[in-house]
């Protein structure tokens, strides 16, 4: 069996960026268990990953468009610190949701000043490329309801 699109891949991956700081890592946990060819990766490493069999180990470089994008500058913003409830608790890398017109945005604190937060709306890791190493654990077919769901059930999965 290899991976294709329908089919439930567990893998184990490290993710380094380019001056080989680790970014993630299922070392000494769950391995990441997903449902292959809908999206739940990022693009790139979906395209690396498709026709490997169990036991394969890959290292993927992965650019920014292939992965969470480019940086938009236009997704950050200076705010008054005077739209926030709690200023004393603000800090860098601080992550909250937003209500856009485009819907709820997921935002970090990038910059705090005397009466200014900066917020990001960037992926935090838009613009990096990214390095996995990549092991495949096993391969199986996907169950009709986890199509349906458009998620994993049992190990690594939901659980439900
Ligand atoms: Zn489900």
């Known amino acids: 069996m290899q991976v294709e699109e329908k089919k439930v891949v567990s893998i184990h991956y490290k993710l380094t960026d380019d001056d080989g700081n680790i970014l993630d890592s299922s070392e000494n946990a769950q391995p990441l268990v997903f449902i292959h060819g809908i999206g739940m990766l990022i693009p790139g490493l979906e395209k690396a990953l498709e026709g490997k069999v169990k036991g394969d180990k890959l290292n993927v470089s992965v650019k920014p468009e292939d992965g969470y994008g480019e940086r938009d500058e236009g997704l950050t913003q ?3 610190k005077t739209q926030f409830d709690d200023t004393e608790t603000i800090q860098i890398g601080m992550q909250f949701q937003v209500e856009t017109e ?10 705090v000043t005397d009466d200014e937060v900066k917020i990001d709306g960037n992926h935090p890791l838009a613009g990096v ?3 996995f190493d990549v092991s495949v654990e096993e391969i199986r077919e996907a169950t009709q309801e986890e199509l349906d769901h458009g998620h994993v059930h049992g190990a690594g999965g939901h659980d439900h």
């Open 102 to 111: 485009q819907g709820v945005l997921v935002v970090t604190v990038t910059k």
């Open 129 to 131: 490329n990214l390095n």
């Open 78 to 80: 200076m705010v008054p």
